[in-house]
């Protein structure tokens, strides 16, 4: 543990869990930071804006600013500004989403803006008061030429009322109806944002890096295809059995974070 200089840690299924506390993990992290390390929060959930996340992180004693939070709006944002040249997007998602393209100045178009003009790209997230008017106008822009930019394809997301349908599965409807995939899908598994948060520490070395998670097949396999070590905590929603059956194996598997310390 003294050996890692950035901790890249999930946020749901370490910390929260369907919105309570997971308290063994929370002190360890808080260990961490107290030891001097930088632990920098991602989560592929794009609905939060960061400093609303980073209040509720306070309120359970971590120490963190939104800076040290990447969500996949944010991670998103930073592809777009930097690798295209995207100005105008429609957007088909919540709060945080929106939130952040504005912070990146991008022009956001209104539904009844795109009857008339088509954006430069459409940015897909989890939305839960979309309904089939605003995800067909979005799939209308794509089919004339804007880009599709996915902030994660995560195909379940499991709410406090059980298994809700995540941001993939609305995504999957324009994959579906127009036979083609998004040109970008920001969020984890995409390593892209293990760059982002490295260049956010000011950390080049990969072997200082630790990505820690509760799921395989986004968190653990982002870790893995950059080559950073991996912890999969069980507090959340891959099991040790899932370890047994899939191809991504973590560096390590434990209970609860209090045994890496
Ligand atoms: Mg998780």
Avoid at 27 to 40: A, D, H, L, T, Y
Avoid at 97 to 105: A, D, P, R, Y
Avoid at 119 to 137: E, H, Q
């Amino acid at each position: 543990m003294l050996d890692y200089d950035l901790i890249i840690s999930d946020v749901d299924g370490v910390v929260f869990r369907e919105g309570e506390p997971i308290w063994e993990n929370i002190q360890s992290i808080r260990q961490m930071i107290s030891r001097g390390k930088k632990v920098i929060f991602v989560t592929n959930n794009s609905g939060f804006s960061r400093v609303l996340l980073s209040r509720q992180l306070n309120y359970v004693g971590l120490d963190v600013s939104s800076n040290d939070i990447i969500t996949s709006a944010l991670s998103a944002a930073i592809y777009m500004k930097r690798k295209t040249d995207i100005k105008s997007v429609y957007v088909i998602g919540e709060e945080g989403l929106v939130e952040e393209m504005k912070n990146f100045s991008f022009q956001l178009f209104s539904s009844t803006d795109v009857e008339v003009k088509n954006p430069d790209s459409v940015i897909l997230g989890l939305d839960r008061l979309s309904n089939y008017d605003k995800i067909s106008a979005g799939m209308r822009c794509i089919y004339n030429g804007s880009k599709f930019i996915a902030t994660n394809m995560d195909r379940l997301w499991p709410s406090k009322d059980g298994l809700k349908l995540g941001a993939g599965a609305l995504a999957a409807a324009i994959v579906y109806a127009l036979r083609r995939e998004p040109d970008f899908v920001a969020g984890k598994p995409n390593k892209w944002i293990i760059e982002v948060a490295m260049e956010l520490a000011s950390i080049k070395d990969l072997s200082k890096v630790l990505v820690i998670g509760d799921q395989l097949e986004t968190d653990i396999k982002m870790g893995n295809d950059i080559g950073a070590d991996t912890i999969l905590v069980l507090t959340g929603i891959s099991t040790e059995r899932d370890v047994e059956k899939s191809d991504v194996k973590p560096t390590r598997v434990v209970k609860n974070l209090s045994s890496i310390l």
